[in-house]
């Protein structure tokens, strides 16, 4: 087993810190000043450090000055309050974990479970970004661009730490996936990863889902249900499309967020839960606070770091490289070999992709069951926008920059033809999504799939929308 440093300088609490810790095997040692911690890091290196904050000769945040000393601990600091700053702190710092004293020993032992050195975490990043070199796949992600080499970065920054992550991209980018990731190189990977789509619950059974329920707390509940925090306890839980959470259960994540605990419906008795959140949104948050459907205090927790997932059109090399990834995916299901021709890829590459990977994904599955031998042309995938350059196969890898594709249009070439929509400054934010809404679902022949998929959001919520604007 490891061994730990405990600096806090309240002795009964340093005492009843290190019992705990002992009984989950560790050796122990206790510091109560910096002066006593710098002497005993130098004599022996500890596997963990509980840091309090408040020490008597000065803030235990001066101890990561020597970074020597703490290159290969873990470090989890101690605060009397779990605020947006210390755990931003503790991230830029390199912290793993914080606990909110007085301390849970719950929590304790869960994170002590989970001790993974931070060389060996170094390590696992640096195989996954070899990895992504060779193929292009950063764990389940696949992606050269400069857009997402951002993201594989922000990845693998936050994911040894334990701060909330707030993904923001539109419908069919890959937001679950980047959430999967961070679990997957953190210290909770042997604990459950657990997804919540927050628009697709009904809002009658959401907060059972997520909380649970007592046994006949309401007709129909005819046993115990535990729901989402309990099941993923130690783990990391998932909540996408956040915004459409209610808000009288927005108030009780907040509560959640910040001291760990929840009841179930119908009982009075609080339950402690150790788990990560990791949300995301297809929306615009500022946008969703404005418009009241989105808790401003709660955005403020969720936010603390956010990663910006960028659509397939800011990212056109890519699609051919995920083309040929979801090729590969469905040779080995169906034990078989089909290739895409030049045509093909070219055509791929010049399309807009209103619905992302995920449409893609689907355009490459429907094209290999209609492709009637083992070559996929373009016949059976969707027509480029009108005034798409369509790039040579032979550039198709690697298409032009931005600048590049203006300059072409520049020469010639149109648009795409769409309708444009004039909106005067200082038009309120949800009056500005409302006429953007109904504009687009006229000028998609009032086809609420398309609509969906073009405006990069749900069906459900285009569904509430237009329910919201007709009543």
């Known amino acids: 087993m490891g061994h730990a440093l405990i600096v806090e300088d309240d002795a009964d609490s340093a005492r009843v810190l290190a019992a705990l810790v002992a009984r989950q095997g560790h050796s122990v040692v206790t510091a109560g000043s910096l002066q006593a911690a710098r002497r005993m890091l130098a004599m022996r290196h500890p596997d963990v450090l509980l840091l309090d904050l408040h020490l008597p000769d000065g803030s235990g945040f001066e101890l990561f000055d020597n970074a020597e000393l703490l290159s290969d601990t873990e470090v989890v600091l101690m605060t009397g309050q779990a605020s947006l700053e210390t755990s931003i702190q503790a991230m830029r710092l390199g912290a793993a974990d914080y606990l909110v004293k007085p301390i849970n020993p719950q929590h304790l032992k869960g994170l002590l479970s989970r001790l993974i050195r931070p060389s060996q975490l170094r390590a696992e990043v640096a195989e996954i970004t070899e990895m992504w070199r060779e193929t292009g796949r950063f764990g389940h992600l696949i992606g050269k661009s400069e857009a997402m080499q951002r993201v594989y970065q922000q990845i693998a920054r936050v994911a040894g730490t334990a701060v909330t992550v707030f993904i923001h991209g539109e419908s069919g980018t890959g937001k679950e996936l980047v959430a999967r990731a961070v679990h997957d190189l953190s210290r909770r990977r042997e604990q459950p990863f657990l997804a919540i789509n927050c628009g697709a619950l009904s809002p009658h059974l959401i907060e059972s889902e997520i909380f649970g329920h007592e046994k006949g707390s309401f007709t129909g509940a005819e046993r115990q249900h535990l729901g989402f925090f309990e099941r993923a306890h130690g783990g990391t839980l998932f909540l996408d499309e956040v915004t459409e959470m209610p808000l009288e259960l927005q108030v009780k994540l907040l509560r959640v967020l910040e001291n760990g605990t929840f009841m179930r419906v119908g009982s009075t008795q609080p339950q402690q839960t ?28 969720l936010n603390v770091f956010p990663i910006a997932l960028p659509p397939l059109r800011d990212r056109p090399g890519d699609v051919a490289l995920l083309a040929r990834s979801f090729l590969a ?12 021709t030049p045509q093909a890829i070219e055509r791929l590459a010049a399309c807009r992709w209103p619905g ?10 429907r094209a290999w069951v209609m492709a009637p031998d083992d070559e996929i042309d373009e016949q059976w995938l969707p027509e480029p926008p009108e005034g798409a350059v369509v790039l040579p196969a032979s550039d198709a890898d690697n298409p032009p920059s931005e600048p590049e594709r203006v300059s072409r249009a520049g020469e010639g070439e149109t648009d795409s033809g769409a309708q444009r929509l004039s909106i005067a400054v200082g038009t309120p934010l949800a009056e500005i999504e409302r006429q953007v809404i109904l504009a687009t679902f006229e000028h998609c022949g009032r086809h609420k799939e398309r609509t969906a998929a073009l405006l990069g959001i749900s069906m459900k919520t285009l569904y509430n929308r237009l329910r919201d604007y007709q009543s």
């Open 274 to 301: 150790d788990v990560r959140i990791i949300a995301a949104t297809n929306r615009d948050a500022d946008a969703a606070v404005a418009r009241g459907v989105l808790r401003e205090d709660l955005l403020y927790r």
């Open 329 to 340: 995916d469905l040779e080995r299901q169906e034990q078989s070999t089909k290739r895409f």
């Open 356 to 365: 992302n990977v995920r449409e893609l994904r689907n355009v490459v599955q």
